[in-house]
């Protein structure tokens, strides 16, 4: 009876135990918000519900070196808050053992509405997104099962799992879903050119004609409000005879995608260079030079630019003020992204 009796108690106390574990795990939700005009995201927000703990945790990943093989490389060694959370001044980032990456890092912003990543397109969910440049040897160069482990022995994580999810398991999905999280929150939709289509602000003369000119010649491609219609397509560069990328046909294995690479957005293009998929413009005034004189046609070049694109001196100068009208110093700004220790308020409450 005795040994009966203390099952018995043993079953009521996991019985209190797991009900005050279901009882007290009350995550914050995470408002996110839609800008004005914009169109619903792509994301399912249902399968990962946005949380103040969850963005917490993935803020915490974000910029932990412990997901690279040598603790040196976390995911804000590529992708710095400052150029929109792209890499300054490098064409290929740094990564394990000295080695570069192989593509320029693309800027994070707006992810919620991309329904496919990277520069070929490769992947096509955010929350798996982080396992390629944890696991490609030229960048974080680390396994998805010693990262698990590591964070399994460190108790202040056990602590952020079990606010964001309910327990302290740490799994690869955890991970990512918290990584998606913090990534979500990068919405970047108040630079002016954002602010005058609210009608908060005015374009001076040089921006407005920029504006008109962009109408006219870049639209097609880099759509608005994202910038980008997020189509691939050959722009006329020739393969880097170092690196061979041949583009989406990586992918698709289809010879009509050679050389087609992400049309990139132009939000908050003034602090992302180098451009292109691997760095080779270092400055917007290479760009303009590669599309009105250097381009080099093939039979897979866009249909709009098989006679390259006539830009005059001045058409340069006005497309060059408009574009710096979508710097969004707050999202570039916002402590909100900072590494933790800034800032443990969600960017939401500065940027809506």
Known sequence: MKIISTIIALIVLVGFAIAWTTATFHPTPLRFVVPKGWPQPLYDFKNNPLTVEGFTLGKTLFYDGRLSKDGNFSCASCHQQFAAFATYEHNLSHGYNNSLTERNAPALQNLAWQKEFMWDG????????????????????????????????????????????????????????????????????????????????????????????????????????????????????????????????????????????????????????????????????????????????????????????????????????FLRTLTDTSFLTNTGFAPPGYSLVPPQTHLH
């Open 122 to 321: 490769g992947i096509n969910h955010l929350d798996v997104q982080p396992i390629a440049p944890i696991t490609n040897e030229h960048e974080m160069a680390e396994t998805l099962e010693n990262v698990v482990n590591k964070l399994k022995n460190d108790t202040s994580y056990q602590r952020l799992f079990r606010s964001a999810f309910g327990d302290a398991t740490i799994n690869t999905q955890r991970i990512m879903k918290a990584l998606s999280q913090f990534m979500l929150m990068m919405v970047s939709s108040n630079s002016k050119y954002d602010k005058v289509m609210r009608g908060e602000a005015s374009f001076i003369l040089p921006e407005q004609l920029g504006y008109n000119i962009f109408k006219m010649k870049c639209a097609s491609c880099h759509k608005e409000p994202f910038f980008t219609d997020f189509s691939y397509r050959d722009i006329g560069m020739p393969m880097d005879e170092v690196l061979k990328d041949e583009g989406r046909k990586k992918i698709t294995r289809l010879k009509s995608d050679s050389l087609k690479f992400r049309v990139p957005s132009l939000r908050n293009v003034a602090v992302t260079d180098p451009y292109g998929h691997d760095g080779r413009f270092f400055s917007l005034m290479n760009v303009f030079e590669h599309y009105r004189k250097n381009m080099q046609p093939d039979e897979n070049t866009d249909s709009l630019l098989q006679h390259k694109l006539p830009l005059s001196n001045f058409e340069i100068g006005q497309l060059t003020a």
